[in-house]
Nanobody
Framework: VQLQASGGGLVQAGGSLRLSCKAS????????MGWFRQAPGKERELVAA????????KYADSVKGRFTISRDNARFTIDLRMSSLKSEDTAVYYC???????????????????WGQGTQVTVSS
């Protein structure tokens, strides 16, 4: 599966942004999907994940209540809606996919096999 992330940009603290990830090449609803981010000098962090059906989601504590992940299996897309953005949300955001992950393992970040190219999100304070 090939993944293409988009929607990053510059936003003021407290603002909102929506990221999208478009998949192609394989049966999209076979894949669990996740959004990762990596800030300069920091480890890559899994911030949100969604099961193949979309019925299960999971969030990092740092974004819980502010970020929402969703998917549209008919359109081969996932979204990450981000609100109440903070300067510490500044990072390159990546979407990722894996065909083997099931719902209890959504936050097993090392198991994601396919990656998009990343999109920069910058939150100014």
């Amino acid at each position: 599966v090939q993944l293409q992330a988009s929607g990053g940009g510059l936003v003021q603290a407290g603002g909102s942004l929506r990221l999208s990830c478009k998949a192609s090449g394989r049966t999209f609803n076979n894949y669990a999907m996740g959004w990762f981010r990596q800030a300069p000098g920091k480890e890559r962090e899994l911030v949100a994940a969604i099961s193949r059906s979309g019925l299960q989601t999971k969030y990092a504590d740092s974004v819980k209540g502010r970020f929402t992940i969703s998917r549209d299996n008919a359109r081969f897309t996932i979204d990450l809606r981000m609100s109440s953005l903070k300067s510490e949300d500044t990072a390159v955001y990546y979407c990722a996919a894996d065909e083997q992950i099931r719902a209890p393992r959504l936050f097993h970040s090392d198991e994601y096999e396919y990656w998009g190219q990343g999109t920069q999100v910058t939150v100014s304070s």
